[in-house]
Each structure stands twice: as C-alpha cells, then as structure tokens.
C-alpha cells in the first residue's frame, strides 16, 4: 500500500514544480503580459478572428504529458488575445466597454496563490473585511446608510440577481400573489433584468413599460397613473426599476421622483447603475443622482466606470437583513462557521459559498492608486463625450439626446437612401479599420451608431482619431451612392 502511495506521489508531485521552474513561468508570463500593455496604443480595437488561429485551439488538446510555456502563451497569443474585440483597447468604444488596469492582475496573482476562503467570515476574517470595507465605501459615496450591505458578485447581471430575488421575498411575492403583482421599469431597462425576474421565479408578474420622455428617462407622470390604475384594479405593485445609465444612450431616470412614488405605494425600489454608478464621483454630476440614498437596492459595476478587469460587479441593499433573509442557508456540517452582523459572510449574502477572492482586485488598484485618478478618468471619460458629441455634428451627423454620462447616440442621414443601411454601412467599415470598435442600437426602428467611452484608456487623441475615421468612411459611402 505504502509502496503504491509512494509512486502516486512521485507523479502527483508533478503539480508542485520548483521554485526555479515557477519563476521561469512567471517571467515568461509578466514579459507576455507587458508586451501587451506596451503595444497596446498601436494595436487594433477589433480585428476579425482567422479561422485558422481559431482552429489551431481547437487543435491543441489536453494530454497526459503537460506542454512548454513558450508554447501555451502562442496558442494565447494567436487564438485568444488577438481576434474580434480587444477590450483592453481605448479604442473600444462599444457596448459598455471594460477595463482592465494593471494593478487586478496582481491583486488576482495574490489571491490565487493564498487562495483564502473569501465566503465566510470564520475562515478567512480578514478577507471578507476587505470585500465589506468596499461594500461600506461604495455604500457611503451614494448616502446608504452605515446599516446597508451587499456583496461583491462577479458582475452587474448576477447582482441585479440578487437584488431582485431579494425583493421578491422583502415584498412578499408568493404563487399565491404572483399573477397579480406589478413589476414597473422601461424599455431601455438593461436585458439582464428580464433574465433576473425570470431566473428569480417571477416569469409570471405582470410587467409594465413605462413610457420614457425625449431623453429616454421614464416619464414620472406615466408611472403614477400606472401605478393608481394597477392599484384600482386590485393588483400589487411591488417593485420599480430605475436606471443610472441605459445601455442605449446613458439615461438617468428622475431618481428622486421614483424613489418618492416608491414609497408612497410601498414598492421596493430597485436601480441598475452597473454602468453609470460611478459617475457618482465626478462633483458635477452628482445632481443625477439626488434621491439615490432612498432606494431599496443598486448595482454598480466595478468592472466598467472603476476600470477593473471583468469579473467584479457590486450590489448594495439598504435593509441588511433583507438580503440576508434571502440568501442564507445553514447545513450541520457548517456549525463551526460562526457569523457576524458587522462583517456578514458573503456566502451568506449571495447565492456562492465558495468564491473568488474578488475583492481584492478593487481594493489593490484603489490602495495603489489612490482615488485622484479614478476621479479623473472618469470625469474626463464624460468630458470626451461632450466633446465628441459637438464634433460630430460638425461633420453633419444627427445626435440624439444631449449625453448625461459617456454614451452617446449619432447617424448620418443621406439623401436619396435608407440611413439605416446607410449608417449599417458605415459601422462595418469603421469594423474593417479596426482602430476602434463601435457598436449600434435600434431604436423605435431607427439604426443608431453608439459611442460609449468607458475604458480608461481611451483620451483625446483618439477620439479625434475616430472624428477622422468616421468622417472619411461617410464621405466614401457618400461617394458610391453617386
Ligand atoms: C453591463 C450592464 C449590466 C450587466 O452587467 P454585467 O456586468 O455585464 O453582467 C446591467 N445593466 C447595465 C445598465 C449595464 O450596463
């Protein structure tokens, strides 16, 4: 027996390589990942994937006998970190863009090394601290109260989750009350809410589109009536759901009349800020966010308007224990796992037990950094916007709503053709460049070229590079049209 444990450990020790052979890895893999950084203001924004390159990964099997590292970081190099979108670019300028600064990177080369037990409080103190300072951070910048918590889930979709599913049970919504039950958002609400209410059980609420008003904002005087009709007819409204940036053009509902109807009428009132939630440390935007502190719920998104890489998104719920009511579950073999109401367990407080120590990658950066920059990028990321959006107009584009945080919406219509071929065209060729990558919206029927600065990356030059570019692919389309 002993002679065969023996032998197993002899191959099993293959997973433990010499300190030696570790350090050759990681100079290989930090001169990989320094390269990147330093090409990547040259480097293109979108670049179509060869199939090729798609196919040698395809190609490159797991096998009993482990490969070179010069080898993997190849196969990394061709057939991952160089097809379709970059988003580490500044020239990603669609979607909500991500980010990616350095210092998560090491934050996540810590964490996976000490590999502590982030999801409860008994293993590993110090680490679920770190996540709930965050939490508290975050909690104070939008006036929640010292009382609120949340938890750090892996992005803006599975913490709209959580915060949905949490009030479901705050409101009591049951299959006996379901079908009666009245969900209020708009149309421009972010499709990860749908999802939420589905995966959440509540497939079968009623769910009511509130009109938006010419700034794609919900119009509060159609939510009230809404809301009184549902009630005269003996139905339950029981949540409203705001937004602090909309994917399609950045829109701020009006927070304070939401959250005073809100509570009027006793709904849980629930805002999807994943995008524009930190805009709130830019002084001259704060007004956008007046009322924020009388929600019940919000999400933001560490991972786009912080700038850390995917995987980090944030929700916050006033009523503690509200949250914790809907996501805690205790099992006899978990008896010596003792809880806290200071610290809570994240595996308390969201549907993981085991975790990513992903609290660490926010609070690196933000301790390295120190919050000067943040603020700055952010505020010059909205600036851009601004800027963008008046310059586009001088090459002739029509423009949507003035932008309230970093998106915005623009075509160009020509005369004499479909502007929604038209403006089609023009994205698959701004594509073909490649220099920055953008992305569209529809529109009541309309096609809409979107700008979305969010990477931190991306600054003044670049965006007159792009005026050029956009500028010059018009004038060729213009040019076949004759
Ligand atoms: C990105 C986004 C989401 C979804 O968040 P993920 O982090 O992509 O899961 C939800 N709402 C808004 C407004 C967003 O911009």
């Not at 020790?13 to 330093?38: A, C, Q």
């Not at 500044?90 to 996540?108: E, K, N, R, T, V």
């Not at 004499?416 to 992305?439: M, P, Q, R, Y």
């Not at 956009?470 to 049209?481: A, P």
């Amino acid at each position: 027996m002993e002679k065969q444990i023996k032998a197993l450990e002899k191959v099993a020790l293959g997973l433990e390589p010499s300190i030696k052979t570790l350090r050759k890895w990681n100079d290989k893999v930090t001169d990989y990942g320094l390269k990147f950084i330093d090409e990547i203001y040259d480097k293109p924004a979108y670049q179509k994937a060869d199939e090729k390159d798609l196919q040698r990964l395809e190609n490159f099997t797991i096998e009993e006998e482990g490969k070179s590292i010069s080898k993997v970081l190849k196969v990394i190099e061709r057939s991952i970190d160089s097809n379709n979108i970059n988003p580490a670019s500044g020239g990603h300028l669609g979607y909500i863009p991500g980010g990616g600064i350095y210092p998560s990177s090491l934050a996540d080369y810590l964490v996976d090394i000490s590999n502590r037990y982030a999801g409860i409080y008994y293993a590993a103190p110090g680490a679920v601290k770190l996540e709930n300072q965050l939490i508290r951070w975050v909690a104070s910048l939008i006036n929640y109260p010292k009382t609120a918590t949340g938890n750090i889930a892996s992005g803006g979709s599975i913490a709209n989750l959580i915060a949905i599913t949490t009030a479901r049970d705050a409101k009591n919504i049951t299959s006996k009350n379901i079908t009666k039950s009245v969900v209020y958002l708009t149309k421009q609400v972010h499709h990860c809410i749908h999802k939420a209410l589905i995966i959440a059980g509540l497939r079968e609420v009623i769910i009511r589109e509130i009109d938006v008003d010419d700034k794609f904002r919900m119009d509060i005087k159609n939510l009230k009536k809404t809301i009184k009709r549902d009630r005269k007819n003996n139905l339950n409204p029981f949540m409203i759901i705001g937004s602090i940036g909309t994917t399609d053009v950045g829109a701020v509902d009006p927070i304070d009349d939401i959250a005073e109807l809100s509570k009027k009428h006793d709904c849980w009132f629930h805002i999807d800020a994943a995008y524009g939630g930190f805009f709130v440390l830019v002084d001259q935007l704060k007004q956008l966010f007046k009322g924020v502190e009388k929600s019940d719920s919000i999400v933001l998104d560490p991972h786009k308007t912080l700038f850390l890489p995917y995987g980090c998104g944030m929700v916050l719920v006033k009523d503690a224990d509200a949250l914790h009511h809907s996501h805690q579950y205790t099992a006899p073999y978990m008896q010596d796992a003792e809880d806290n109401d200071y610290d809570r367990s994240p595996a308390q407080l969201s549907p993981e037990l085991t975790k990513h120590f992903r609290g660490m990658r926010m609070w690196l950066p933000l301790q390295l950094f120190g919050l000067k920059p943040f603020k700055a990028c952010i505020a010059e990321k909205w600036k851009l916007t601004k800027y963008f959006y008046t310059e586009v107009q001088k090459l002739g584009f029509e423009v949507g709503p003035v932008p309230e945080l970093s998106v915005a919406i623009y075509r160009y219509v020509p005369k004499g053709t479909d502007a929604n071929e038209f403006n089609k065209n023009l994205v698959d060729l701004i594509k073909e460049d490649g220099t920055v990558f953008v992305s569209s919206t529809m529109i009541d029927e309309v096609y809409w070229i979107r700008i979305a600065i969010v990477s931190f990356r991306t600054h003044l030059k670049l965006i007159k590079k792009y005026l050029r570019i956009l500028e010059r692919s018009k004038n060729k389309l213009l040019k076949e049209l004759k």
